[in-house]
């Protein structure tokens, strides 16, 4: 266990581990895209922390504006090193000074970085780079009914742990005869163990009861079977946390009609896309819903469902709530708890305000109001802030 | 069972005076073919004639597991009640045993006549890996490749969103059904997911051309494109293509995940939706949760020769399996598709307006739609609502 990973598991579980902590010391490695052996220290020079931040496309850099706003405003001591990612050019320089950052760092915030598919195959999606790279295995996304919110289901608690790096998005393709392609979708026992593994120490650690495997074992019998196993034999470790399976068909069935009867689900890399969608959907919309990866070494934070949200991009009408709460994420995950629960408390109060909603909530409020908003319900609680900065 | 044998009886006295100029269709008696899943009698060049003989259709029927055979129990009741001049051809399959015999003997019956109503096949996950789907093997082996279900909010059945109408259709042959595996190395597993051009284009085509027959006006193309940029950039661009032949329909696409984003928030977007194999199970699943779950919809399977009716989401409901409590209005509106693919238009229609009527009545929903009813009960109803219909009966 490395400090990083030790430090995605909140409390109870560290004191366990905190004795097989690695130490290094973080001369870069030369190589940039070798999967590194060695941990790096915490980026915590003087008290404050350095976290890289890629602003990414779309909305992705006006919100990630609005979180240094906030932060700055706070006085939450972590300072952004900011890496800028052009999607458009074919070189992959700029994404891996990006990694090289977060290799440096140790955590980041994201936006999300467009893959055009007019350009050739040969461009592989920036985003799933740097998650294959950073070997950040584990995206979980917690879905919350937030009060205020107004959805047709409500009640909905659901944790979803999705595989990161592998599956079908190994970006593995080939044409051997003309019309006919062929896509890989890799499933390995080791990686399988190992989300399985995260998914049951997280329900632990969280005080979940029960773990459901999401798969297509009946059409794959081999991936999605090896899957399942996988997640069975790590299930046998865990006899206090029950644990049952179900067809992703059947999953996104009940997930519409009856949602509230699950409670952690744990799946391969495309299922977790649709029902991670699925379910933010019904919690109220992409605005809401922030998300995780993390890594035996790192941590990147960004938006659940990583739109880009081009069609809304400077127009003041995106939905700051998803961003704000990743980067309470990132607070956590430095233990930098306190700030993070005032954030967080300021936003879920500020969601509360139907006069505030933007437009994906159904309101006609704009982001910066919704930031203010949080601006002020963090001055009003009498922590230290600096003076009001003007919103543009 | 009386149909096959009446059935051969009459071919008995055909055959003689038809023998010739039936050279290159399938012989109705029970010899096997040699080559059970020979893919080549659908080239077109031996689409057997309908199996319509003194006025009477023969259909094949596969009852399935769970609750298959009890639905299609109560299919067959409503059909000798209206008078429907249907004979069904019942092959049991039986998903416990490793051969494929069962699943061979079926598909000969289909091929026979041309049109089947079935009930799902179970497919235990812990039988051996080379005991592939039998479903999976039937919709490959007749080139059913096009999975059409059309998902309507039905009045009567409460739901959080009203008024959907979407056409859902779904290539139903490769992607990532293709069932090829490997474990080249130990601890990897390797499953590969094929588009084909000519799969693709054929699917669109189908899609675009089954959205002007029925006046739709917008098709979506569903597909993870960013990812999988050959595999469904590929799919996307055969339905691209297809679009340009038809300038009267707008084609957009979105991804996936985009996609059941939507359909939970906001479902009356989509109209037509064209999508490869697994995305359309899971999108297809979607829809069904949004109209009122999976006992209300029907599917059907189309291809060149074949066509084959079913449930949409494929359930075999072994839970409820003989407890008189499963939905039968999926497979009944399934069967009332399948008349009116054999041009029964007035039996399916009485049908079909006898178990919407049904849907009306809330005391007879069934469990799966928050209701105490038992299937019996709408059976009977839907049984007497035709008859008050005036139609020719037979008894109750």
Not at chain 1, 362 to 385: D, F, R
Not at chain 2, 241 to 268: C, R, W
């Amino acid at each position: 266990m490395t400090a990083r990973s030790v430090r995605s598991l909140p409390g109870v579980l560290k004191s366990v581990f905190s004795n097989r902590l690695s130490r290094v010391y973080g001369a870069a490695a030369c190589n940039q895209r070798h999967k590194s052996t060695y941990t790096p220290p915490p980026a915590r020079y003087g008290g404050r922390h350095t976290v890289t931040l890629i602003p990414g496309d779309g909305i992705g850099p006006e919100l990630a504006h609005h979180v240094r706003e906030l932060f700055r405003f706070c006085c939450v001591p972590v300072d952004f090193e900011v890496v800028n990612v052009d999607s458009s050019m074919a070189s992959e320089d700029d994404i891996n000074n990006a990694i090289m950052a977060i290799r440096r760092n140790g955590v980041a915030l994201k936006g999300n970085i467009e893959t055009n598919h007019n350009l050739p195959p040969s461009y592989k999606s920036r985003n799933s780079l740097l998650r294959t790279t950073l070997d950040l295995y584990a995206n979980v996304m917690h879905c919350q009914s937030l009060p205020g919110v107004r959805t047709r289901h409500k009640n909905i608690d659901i944790m979803i742990i999705r595989e990161n790096t592998e599956g079908e998005y190994s970006s593995l393709e080939h044409e051997n005869v003309p019309g006919v392609v062929e896509c890989l979708k890799i499933i390995t026992k080791t990686k399988s163990l190992r989300i399985a593994d995260y998914a049951f120490r997280a329900a632990r650690a969280t005080g979940r009861r029960r773990v459901t495997a999401v798969h297509k074992a009946n059409i794959m019998k081999l991936a999605d079977g090896l899957f399942l196993e996988c997640c069975k034999e790590v299930a046998s470790g865990y006899p206090e946390i029950s644990f049952d399976s179900m067809i992703v068909d059947n999953t996104t069935m009940q997930l519409v009609s009856r949602p509230q009867q699950f409670d952690v689900m744990v799946m391969p890399n495309l299922y977790g896309n649709v029902v991670s969608n699925v379910c933010a959907g019904l919690v109220g919309g992409p605005g809401l819903v922030p998300g995780a990866n993390y890594g035996e070494d790192y941590a990147v934070f960004e938006t659940g469902t990583r739109n880009t949200g081009k069609s809304i991009a400077n127009h003041n009408t995106a939905n700051p709530t998803a961003m704000l709460l990743a980067s309470c994420l990132l607070l956590d995950h430095v233990k930098l708890h306190a700030y993070a629960s005032m954030i967080r408390r300021a936003i879920l109060s500020t969601i509360t305000e139907t006069r505030l909603h933007t437009a994906d909530l159904g309101g006609q409020g704009s982001t910066s109001e919704v930031v203010q908003s949080i601006m002020n319900a963090v001055q009003s609680t009498g922590c230290l802030t600096t003076e009001r900065i003007g919103l543009n | 069972m009386a149909a096959h044998s009446a059935v051969l009886s009459m071919s008995k006295i055909i055959n003689p005076f038809w023998g010739g100029r039936l050279g290159n269709t399938v012989k109705v008696f029970g010899t096997t073919l040699t080559s059970h899943r020979n893919k080549t009698l659908l080239t077109g060049e031996n689409i057997p004639p309908p199996a319509k003989y003194g006025g009477r259709h023969t259909v094949t029927l596969i009852p399935g597991d769970g609750i298959g055979p009890e639905l299609l129990n109560h299919v067959r009741e409503v059909f000798r009640f209206s008078c429907v001049p249907v004979d069904f051809e019942v092959v049991n399959v039986n998903s416990a045993l490793e051969t494929d015999d069962d699943m061979n003997n079926a598909i000969t019956a289909i091929r026979r006549n041309g049109i089947a109503l079935k009930g799902n096949i179970e497919t235990k996950h812990t039988m051996a890996p080379s005991v592939k789907s039998r479903n999976n093997l039937l919709r490959t082996s007749l080139d059913l490749y096009a999975n059409v279900m059309h998902c309507q909010s039905l009045p009567g059945v409460q739901t959080r969103h009203k008024n959907i109408d979407i056409m859902i259709i779904r290539e139903n042959t490769e992607g990532e059904y293709s069932s090829l595996e490997h474990e080249s190395v130990s601890g990897v597993v390797e499953s590969l997911k094929i588009i084909t051009r000519n799969n693709s284009l054929r699917i669109a085509d189908y899609a675009f051309k089954l959205a002007r027959e029925k006046g739709r006006r917008r098709v979506t193309a569903v597909h993870k494109a960013n990812i999988m940029k050959l595999g469904d950039g590929l799919f996307l661009q055969c339905c691209r293509e297809v679009a340009s032949g038809y300038p009267d329909i707008t084609f957009d696409s979105m991804i996936v995940d985009n996609t059941t984003m939507q359909l939970v928030s906001k479902p009356h977007q989509f109209d037509v939706m064209v999508m490869p194999n697994l995305y359309g199970n899971v999108v297809s699943n979607v829809c069904a949760g949004l109209v009122g779950g999976p006992g209300l919809v029907p599917g059907a399977n189309y291809g060149n020769a074949y066509a084959v009716f079913e449930t949409a989401t494929r359930n075999t409901g072994k839970s409820i399996a003989g407890k008189n409590i499963a939905n039968p209005t999926a497979m009944l509106l399934a069967s009332c598709m399948m008349l009116d693919h054999l041009k029964l238009y007035d039996h399916a229609t009485m049908i079909r307006h006898a178990v919407l009527k049904t849907m009306n009545e809330t005391r007879l929903h069934t469990a799966d739609i928050g209701g105490q009813g038992t299937t019996s009960e709408v059976v009977q109803t839907i049984m007497r609502i035709i008859q008050s219909g005036g139609q020719l009966t037979t008894e109750l």
